[in-house]
């Protein structure tokens, strides 16, 4: 808390509204005890002003273009650090030892496999089911196969969020396995947990498969890119969810599917889409900028803008570069990759976009690297679901253990009828 409040005055009274200051200079209104004082609630959609809780796991600043985990550049985590040491860091707050880390991640190991009755589910969805939806159903399904666990109620948690960390990769590649007809691939343990994701997706029982250790490297830096987003919505998702003391796997699966949607981890299954469309029409990248432009038009150019970052998204630059160097090494020509450029030098020269502080977000360009690893279109946003995991765990564990929290219940103001008759059926009109 700081010395300094905010004065707010309402009809004849006067109240003080103390200002809480965060380690980085930010600062927010505290607003806790302003019902119960003057019987104001604050109005804002899509909780564009309003922070739900305190956090000290990822710090963004959108207008330097800032994104750090734990106090750590995403910069430096994408070039020295792993998937899972960043997942124990976010989770733990802190960087493991080299022992920390090692048993950590043979923990991890342990726990890839699933439940063998689980592999009966995949039977009953049709060969086209969204892999998002089948995420979703399974990692919720998997609730079943622990309901009767006893114990430390912390032991459990840690445990859950192993399973769920070492369960993702396995329950996606049997969904890829699913949608193309071929038997599911176990976990083979003595891969790393990127090699082994890309093992069990594109080995065959028939073949001896090695994985390219540059598509390794590849996915541990769009994993570590995605890893955590402070409170992002499938993540205030999984935070509202978890308030109410329901499992982490329901956290979990509310968090995947809130993810799913277009304007959120679903945008990077529509950027390839909405590139796809503007190569078959000719490569017009014009017609599709001015498209984005009009206000007779829903169309919006996927990839760009975001809530907080309005300078430029870290991400997508580190993105960008990988998408470079990768497309090169595997000498992948992909007209794609051309148009996108094109794209974002059309977009960022006009003022439509300068004005409304438009750039490339995350996704703008992670489509273009997994189209050239070989992940179908419509799998994306799983990969960004695998990557997004570890916050997704170290901010419901946050929330578990701050005794600030409450069950998430955010108020309205009611605008529907004033007090009415029940009418009778027979007097009812249309
Ligand atoms: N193309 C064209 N116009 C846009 C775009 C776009 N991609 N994004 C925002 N605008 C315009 C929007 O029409 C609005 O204009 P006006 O003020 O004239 O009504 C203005 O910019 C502000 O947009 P907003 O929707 O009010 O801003 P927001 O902060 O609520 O939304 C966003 C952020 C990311 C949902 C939005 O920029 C968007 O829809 N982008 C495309 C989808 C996308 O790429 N999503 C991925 C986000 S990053 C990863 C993640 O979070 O999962």
Redesign the pocket.
């Known amino acids: 808390m700081t010395n300094s409040s905010v004065e707010l005055k309402y009809q004849n009274q006067s109240l003080q509204l103390p200002v809480f200051e965060g380690t980085e200079g930010e600062k927010g209104v505290d607003i806790s005890q302003l019902r119960a004082k003057t019987g104001l609630i604050t109005l804002d959609p ?1 909780f ?1 002003n309003t922070g739900s809780c305190t956090s000290g796991i990822t710090f963004i600043d959108g207008d330097k273009g800032i994104l750090r985990y734990r106090g750590i550049p995403i910069e430096v985590l994408a070039e020295r650090s792993n998937f899972l040491e960043t997942s124990y860091l976010l989770i733990y707050g802190k960087l493991p030892t080299a022992d920390e880390l090692e048993k950590f991640t043979q923990r991890v190991k342990r726990h890839t496999m699933l439940h063998e009755d689980i592999k009966r589910f995949y039977d009953g969805f049709p060969r086209d089911a969204h892999p998002m939806a089948i995420l979703g159903s399974v990692v919720c399904s998997l609730s079943v196969f622990y309901q009767h666990e006893t114990g430390d109620p912390a032991y459990l948690a840690e445990l859950n969020r192993v399973r769920l960390l070492a369960k993702l990769p396995t329950i996606a590649a049997y969904a890829y396995k699913k949608s193309v007809g071929q038997p599911f691939i176990y976990p083979d343990n003595s891969r790393s947990y990127c090699e082994n994701f890309l093992y069990m997706m594109f080995s065959t029982p028939a073949e001896r498969y090695e994985v390219d250790p540059d598509l390794i490297d590849t996915l541990n830096l769009l994993l570590i890119l995605h890893a955590d ?1 402070e409170q ?2 499938s993540t205030a998702t999984v935070r509202m969810v978890q308030s109410s003391g329901a499992s982490m796997w329901a956290s979990i699966t509310a968090g995947i599917c809130a ?1 799913s949607g ?4 679903g ?1 990077n299954q ?2 390839i889409e909405m590139l796809e469309q503007i190569h078959a029409d000719g490569g017009n990248v014009k017609k599709y900028v001015d498209l ?2 009009s206000k007779e038009s829903s169309f ?8 907080v970052y309005k300078n430029f ?1 870290p991400r997508a630059k580190i993105i960008k570069t990988a998408c470079d160097k990768l497309l090169k090494k595997m000498k992948v020509a992909d007209p794609l990759l051309d148009i996108a450029k094109q794209l974002e030098e059309a977009a960022l020269k006009d003022s439509y976009f300068i004005e ?1 502080k ?1 750039y490339p ?3 703008f360009y992670s489509g273009i690297i997994y189209r050239a690893m070989g992940i179908p279109v419509n799998a994306f946003t799983v990969m ?1 679901a695998l990557g997004r995991l570890p916050g997704w765990l170290a901010q419901a564990k946050e929330l578990n253990e701050d005794k600030a929290t409450k069950i998430g219940r955010p108020r309205q103001v009611y605008t529907g009828p004033a007090l009415s008759d029940y009418t009778p059926i027979e007097k009812r009109k249309a």
């Open positions: 899509g564009v987003h992002n919505c993810l277009p304007l959120h981890g945008a529509e950027v984005a432009k919006r150019l996927m990839g760009f803008g975001h809530r998204d409304k438009l977000n995350v996704d960004f």
